[in-house]
């Protein structure tokens, strides 16, 4: 639903080739509709992304339909799949190069080469030489201000800017709206996350003032009324002056724009910054506090949260500047006792969130976690790559089952969110009525029965 990436990415190389965006995801095509365009176009190169592992068959299925048409089509993958997986996905014959990390430089670098216009790229590729998969190091975009802004004017945004979740905790405060990612880069390292291996642990930001003369621009043009970052840590840019000078640049400009934040640390909230956000605008925020047990937060986790007991407070803080507070919360990672679970889910319930999100722990690819389930033989399956669904579990325990897990995912996120005195304040944040808010309920729980 974001074509920034795409559009980022075709501007790094509208001088050297022509470009068409086709977005098969947004236009839900099919096959053969795909199949037509690429006919249509007849390109030299097609470059193809997916961000997920849970769509991995999708990269496969493209490369397939592109060779089909002609095999001297030169197709280029990347995204987070081709980054963590990249072996698996070059055991794909009709896949000539894939992209490991940010791919900016690497695919202006490629395109040159192709066109014979510069030398081989010397980083941020995996290519075949003499029937071998060879693998150069990854690649990441160290002065992200050097970086041009997406090229709006490839495709009409304003579909885009008006569709997106309309109910849920996650929809945009108000259409049209703008998905942004100012900052890339993560330094935590938990044990679940695959950030640091694709985006590195340096928290690298953009110019705060060239983001809000994009903003402006956003605004001026499409008539843009609100902005939700996507970023993993925008507070622990430039130690947190980064996220303070944006903020008070969007209060100087009077951009007049509602955000909201998929992923703030809650321990780096202090009254400035929260007062900040308010100022510029912010309405709601994601936090990420995985767990209420400590021993599971500091030797499994490894997240820097020093002091659980100071939550509660920071939320408080949060919710009396008018601003809801969504927490997440993971259960059933590999070692997890059931009364720690349980604590977890007791936690949730008392620090005074808006709203609480339960997932199950799921073993990624080149994760920590990974590494820490196969090592102590708590995987649920042997797969070659496990399965990603946040919502079944794919660990097994001597205490507990992967049924169990997703079971209680589900019934305990009913209970507590949906609660008589939290309904018509989750109810407000979702931007539905009590009995629209029922029928997801209930589609939750089968979807769960269903999926077990």
């Not at 014979?116 to 003499?130: E, I, M, N, S, W």
């Not at 705060?208 to 925008?234: A, C, H, Q, T, W």
Request: net charge negative; glycine share 6%.
């Amino acid at each position: 639903m974001n074509p920034a990436t795409l559009l980022l990415l075709a501007a790094m190389v509208k001088d050297l080739v022509e470009v068409e965006i086709i977005d098969a995801q947004f236009h839900d095509m099919s096959r053969e509709e795909f199949r037509k365009r690429i006919h249509n176009v007849k390109p030299d190169y097609v470059g193809i992304s997916v961000m997920t592992s849970e769509y991995q068959d999708i990269i496969d299925i493209a490369a397939r339909i592109i060779k089909e048409l002609d095999r001297n089509i030169v197709t280029v993958v990347g995204g987070v799949h081709v980054t963590t997986k990249y072996e698996y996905v070059m055991r794909n014959n009709d896949i000539d190069f894939g992209v490991i990390g940010e791919g900016e430089y690497v695919l202006r670098n490629l395109v040159m080469y192709l066109n014979d216009q510069g030398p081989f790229p010397t980083a941020g590729l995996v290519y075949r030489k003499d029937g071998r998969v060879t693998a150069l190091g990854r690649v990441l975009v160290e002065n992200l201000q050097e970086l041009p802004w997406p090229d709006y004017s490839i495709i009409d945004m304003n579909p885009y800017f008006n569709r997106g979740a309309r109910f849920g905790p996650n929809c945009p405060p108000e259409f049209p709206y703008i998905k942004m990612v100012v900052t890339r880069g993560c330094p935590f390292g938990c044990t679940f996350c695959q950030v640091d291996l694709i985006s590195g642990k340096k928290v690298r930001s953009r110019n705060p003032e060239d983001i809000v003369s994009e903003m402006l621009y956003l605004k001026e043009k499409y008539g843009i009324r609100s902005i939700v970052f996507e970023d993993d840590n925008m507070l622990m840019a430039e130690n947190r002056e980064f996220a303070k000078r944006l903020f008070s640049l969007m209060i100087e400009k009077h951009l007049n724009l509602k955000w909201t934040a998929i992923a703030f640390a809650i321990f780096l909230l202090d009254d400035e910054i929260l007062d900040l956000m308010k100022d510029s605008g912010c309405i709601g925020i994601n936090v990420a506090i995985e767990s209420g047990n400590e021993r599971v937060l500091k030797q499994i986790v490894k997240k820097p949260i020093k002091s659980l007991k100071k939550v509660p407070d920071i939320i408080q803080k949060i919710k009396d500047r008018g601003i809801y507070c969504i927490v997440n919360f993971i259960i059933g990672f590999p070692g997890e006792r059931w009364d720690e679970i349980r604590q977890t889910i007791d936690f949730a319930e008392k620090c005074g969130a808006d709203y609480v999100k339960f997932f199950v722990a799921v073993p990624l690819y080149g994760t920590k976690l990974h590494k820490i389930a196969q090592e102590t033989g708590t995987l649920a399956n042997n797969d070659e790559f496990p399965v990603t669904d946040w919502r079944y579990s794919q660990i097994k325990s001597d205490e507990w089952n992967e049924k169990d897990i997703s079971i209680l995912r589900a019934y305990e996120w009913d209970r507590i969110n949906f609660s008589p005195d939290k309904i018509n304040r989750v109810a407000e944040i979702w931007g539905v009525s009590i009995d629209e808010l029922s029928k997801v309920r209930r589609r939750t729980r089968e979807n769960m029965q269903n999926g077990l």
